[in-house]
């Protein structure tokens, strides 16, 4: 099973909060983001560059 930080739950449930709202936008083409895996994804990632405790994405 996989472990997630405290900090972690916390982007991610920030961001999907700005999804829910309308304000996120994706990296370089700055769409607005839709998908909720995208926008949960963003929020790993940006925990990721933080230093969160969480597990490598998989490939």
Known sequence: MRRYSKIASKKVAKVMHEMK??????????KKVVSRKQAIAIGLSEARKKGAKVPTPRR
């Open 21 to 30: 709202q309308g304000k996120l936008k994706s990296g370089r083409s700055g």
